[in-house]
């Protein structure tokens, strides 16, 4: 019987929260109206996480198992479950607990009347520290400041996805994935569950602040130009001034002034310009290092083991499982 619910929950390292998420998977598949699937992810763990997946998807028939063959982080390891889902409807989410599966079946509700796209905003974030809330606050402004597409605050990757919206999201080739604004550009009905975030059920957070930064980098990038248009206005107000400055220096000129003095106004002018120069050179750097990801149409992942599924991947991850179907 094929699974009308996809369940979908990256792990990396989490061998201490695997009893109990495993247990409230089992409790959440028999709530639910249909029958369901869980797609467990194994993003390059070192611990116990894969052993522990893998037999309970051996011993268990609603369970997939899928071990990557190193670390490639969150939003690679969510796209490859979603890749490998057989449901009409697929639902991401946390492994830590930090997503209760309680707002799964208000998802659904949702689901039910139509909508194609269900997220879940949090309310408050318990248990997270001050840092990390306020950097996330900022980034979410930031980012909703300079985005094309109306990119929703305080929202994570833990959302209902109906098979349509799913398939435009799988036919989406690029490597550089931010999962929470492709599906804000992806469109379709779109609506909201709000719930009060719990701390982690066990163990400690898998995000550290350089992956952070990086997922902050990459929704800027993906989604804007914008770093690209500041050497535009920002070099038209400095020839805008250097302009005015010149027409200073000339009327002074006119005027027999004396020009002895001025040479730190021009060491500060020549300093500024410089950095600014090599910011503008970096921030193209940057998009130019996309580019340069994007064309060598590397896999996105690489799967080492699975277990559970009825059939193996039609092609390694290639280009991309989209891509594979498309050709
Ligand atoms: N995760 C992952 N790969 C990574 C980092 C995290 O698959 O490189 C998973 C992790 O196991 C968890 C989810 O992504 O299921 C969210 O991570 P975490 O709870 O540590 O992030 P936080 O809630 O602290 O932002
Ligand atoms: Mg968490």
Do not use: C
Request: glycine share 8%.
């Amino acid at each position: 019987m094929s699974p009308v619910y996809s369940l979908v929950v990256p792990i990396y390292n989490e061998e201490a929260v695997l009893p109990l998420l495993l247990r409230r998977l089992d409790a959440l598949m028999d709530a639910l109206d249909a029958p369901a699937e869980a797609i467990l992810v194994d993003d390059g763990s070192a611990d116990a996480s894969p052993i522990v997946l893998e037999a309970k998807a051996r011993g268990d028939s609603r369970y997939r198992f899928i071990r990557l063959s190193r670390n490639f982080g969150h939003q690679v390891a969510i796209t490859t479950g979603m890749a490998r889902a057989a449901g009409r409807a697929v639902i991401v989410m946390d492994a830590d607990l930090q997503d209760p599966p309680e707002v799964v079946l208000d998802m659904v509700a949702k689901w039910k009347e139509g909508v194609q796209v269900v997220y879940a905003e949090r309310l408050t974030r318990e248990g997270e520290s001050r840092f990390k809330r306020m950097t996330a606050d900022l980034f979410y402004r930031l980012l909703g400041g300079l985005s094309e597409v109306d990119i929703p605050r305080n929202v994570g990757d833990f959302r209902l996805v109906d098979r349509q919206a799913l398939d435009a999201f799988l036919a989406m080739p690029e490597r550089d994935r931010f999962v929470r604004g492709m599906f804000a550009w992806i469109g379709f009905r779109q609506a909201v569950v709000k719930f009060h975030r719990p701390p982690r059920a066990a163990g400690e957070t898998k995000y550290s602040l350089a992956k952070m930064l990086r997922l902050a980098a990459s929704g800027v990038v993906s989604f804007s130009d914008a770093p690209l248009r500041l050497a535009l206005w920002a070099g038209l107000a400095i020839s805008s001034l250097a302009i005015l400055y010149g027409l200073w220096v000339i009327a002074m000129w006119t005027m027999n002034a004396d020009f002895a003095r001025g040479w730190s106004s021009i060491a500060v002018l020549v300093t500024f310009l410089g950095g600014a120069n090599m910011l503008m050179t970096g921030v193209l750097g940057v998009y130019v290092g996309r580019i340069y990801s994007e064309v060598k149409r590397r896999p996105l992942y690489v799967v080492e083991r699975e277990a559970g599924f009825a059939a193996p991947a039609a092609e390694s991850a290639g280009r991309g499982e989209a891509a594979a179907r498309r050709a």
